[in-house]
């Protein structure tokens, strides 16, 4: 009777994790990834900016898109990255579950009881490069 539920737990262990595990572990790895983004923004550290900057990032509300549209949109308008840096220190919210996952700052943005017009970001996690990374940063009349 011992063998039996000790090889029972054995393979219990050895399953892989499970989904909501794994979502946890997603949203736990959204601290910190949002955290560093935020430190290399504010820091102006473009090189680390870009390490959760895909091509499909899109920059502004122009056509710019990936690293170089980040750093030409933020890089050269003070007054754009003065206001994404407020909106990046508010945090964002999650929405969404599973795939579609995502968080957006400024929390208020998500919600539709607000008419919010001023800068925007979200993020999604990208099981490639097992980070978040940016999936649009606009301000808000550029």
Not at 23 to 39: C, G, K, P, S
Not at 87 to 114: E, H, I
Request: net charge neutral; glycine share 10%; hydrophobic share 40%.
């Amino acid at each position: 009777m011992h063998r039996l539920i000790l090889s029972a737990l054995i393979a219990l262990c050895s399953l892989p994790a499970s989904a909501a595990g794994e979502q946890d572990q997603i949203v736990d790895r959204l601290t910190w990834d949002f955290a560093e983004f935020v430190h290399h923004f504010r820091g102006r550290n473009w090189e680390g900016v870009c390490r959760f900057v895909t091509d499909r990032t899109k920059a502004g509300f122009g056509g710019e898109a990936g690293c170089i549209g980040v750093r030409q949109v933020f890089a050269e308008n003070e007054r754009c990255w003065e206001e994404m840096v407020f909106t990046l220190r508010q945090g964002c919210k999650r929405t969404g579950s599973g795939a579609n996952l995502s968080c957006v700052a400024p929390p208020q943005f998500t919600d539709d009881r607000v008419s919010y017009l001023g800068a925007r970001a979200a993020f999604s996690y990208k099981r490639e490069s097992k980070r978040w990374m940016a999936d649009y940063l606009i301000c808000g009349g550029d």
